[in-house]
T-cell receptor, first 113, second 116 residues
Framework: GESVGLHLPTLSVQEGDNSIINCAYS??????FIWYKQESGKGPQFIID?????DKRQGQRVTVLLNKTVKHLSLQIAATQPGDSAVYFC????????????FGSGTQLTVLP | NAGVMQNPRHLVRRRGQEARLRCSPM?????VYWYRQLPEEGLKFMVY????????ESGMPKERFSAEFPKEGPSILRIQQVVRGDSAAYFC??????????????FGPGTRLTVL
């Protein structure tokens, strides 16, 4: 079936460095891709989204890149801070799925002092 | 403006008992979604509801699970005769009335169900 998956389950970066979290997807009909951050014991928190007709979108310290040719999505976090330590999920939504989000399995980001 | 509220935050049940999970959406939101998360996994969609209507329950197990979103009061996810495999975190999300494109889903803190 359709799925959204991540390349790496864990990522450790030094504080101040940039982080790149990758995600592969298989559903060509996805309309939007969304990145969520989930801290321990909490619900997912929206970070940034990108529509399928775009290839880049920037937010505050975050950039999402979409490569539809290879069905790849990435989240770049600039100047990573300790508060960025969390599990990051990519998710997709398509108009044909009645608005349900399909999540990947997550990447644990650890920021080292 | 309170966010999505879920209660209880933690729920312990013995096998065979019933679990009731409640979700109050954000003010002004009329759409509710339930997701289940197993340890170290992503969230899996279960059901999508509007007031008094189930829109999509394609992710709900066929037996023992049910959901409702009444005209008044919170949305309820009900699990009858729980088994150990039901142990998971259950998240509720809400969104405003759906327009063109998609509306961001705001997640609650989750209910962590443990079945002994």
């Amino acid at each position: 079936g359709e799925s959204v998956g991540l390349h790496l389950p864990t990522l450790s970066v030094q504080e101040g460095d940039n982080s790149i979290i990758n995600c592969a997807y298989s559903n060509s009909a996805s309309d939007y891709f969304i990145w969520y951050k989930q801290e321990s014991g909490k619900g997912p928190q929206f970070i940034i989204d990108i529509r399928s007709n775009m290839d880049k979108r920037q937010g505050q310290r975050v950039t999402v890149l979409l490569n539809k040719t290879v069905k790849h999505l990435s989240l770049q976090i600039a100047a990573t801070q300790p508060g960025d330590s969390a599990v990051y999920f990519c998710a997709e939504i398509s108009s044909g799925s009645a608005r349900q989000l399909t999540f990947g399995s997550g990447t644990q980001l650890t920021v080292l002092p | 403006n309170a966010g999505v509220m879920q209660n209880p935050r933690h729920l312990v049940r013995r096998r065979g008992q019933e679990a009731r999970l409640r979700c109050s959406p954000m003010k002004g939101h009329s759409h509710v979604y339930w997701y289940r998360q197993l340890p170290e996994e992503g969230l899996k969609f279960m059901v999508y509801l509007q007031k008094e209507n189930i829109i999509d329950e394609s992710g709900m197990p066929k037996e023992r699970f049910s959901a409702e979103f009444p005209k008044e009061g919170p949305s309820i996810l009900r699990i009858q005769q729980v088994v150990r495999g039901d142990s998971a975190a259950y998240f509720c999300a809400s969104s405003p009335p759906v327009g063109v494109g998609y509306n961001e889903q705001f997640f609650g803190p989750g209910t962590r169900l443990t079945v002994l």
